[in-house]
């Protein structure tokens, strides 16, 4: 250790060398609080500038926007809150379930696969069941059918 007195000429107990300084503070709050006044009016000045910008636009939008065509107007307000027909099935607007729209087509095809009927009677054509018509296929077989054309040579 050192026996030589350090020169505290400083009041604070802090001794006074030429070859040592010291910060007076770590942190200097002042520039701190300067930036988040700054901050606050950049954030409030954006905030009138968005403002300012939705006001001319929705302006700009009501000025330029077109009436509507007459077919539209006759619709009265649904034309706004409805997209147009053809609508998807489920979206408000649609009147029908499209669970219940499924399970009538599912009904109405398997009604079609069972059902035996003329189609042409002095042609000879009917319509069989999709079962008889795969166990009369499994019987008999396919009948024979023509290899495809073979393509032209050059």
Partial sequence: MSTE?????????EPLHDTV????TDVQVRSIYWYLVALALA??????????ILKFLTSFVSRSDVPPPPSRTALGEDY??????????GV???TTDPQQ???????ADIEA????????????????PVKDAMKIIAEKGLSSVPP???EKKK
Avoid at 43 to 52: H, L
Avoid at 101 to 107: G, N, P, S, V, W
Wanted: hydrophobic fraction near 35%.
């Fill in 5 to 13: 007195h350090h020169n505290t000429s400083h009041g604070n107990g």
């Fill in 21 to 24: 300084s010291f910060e007076t």
């Fill in 43 to 52: 954030v409030i000045a954006s905030f009138f500038v968005c403002i300012f």
């Fill in 80 to 89: 706004r809150t409805y997209p147009p027909e053809p609508r998807l099935q």
């Fill in 92 to 94: 408000p607007g649609h």
């Fill in 101 to 107: 729209d499924l399970r009538d087509k599912m009904k």
């Fill in 113 to 128: 696969n069972e059902k035996a009927e003329w189609i042409d009677k002095d042609g000879g054509v009917a319509q069989i």
């Fill in 148 to 150: 495809a054309a073979a």
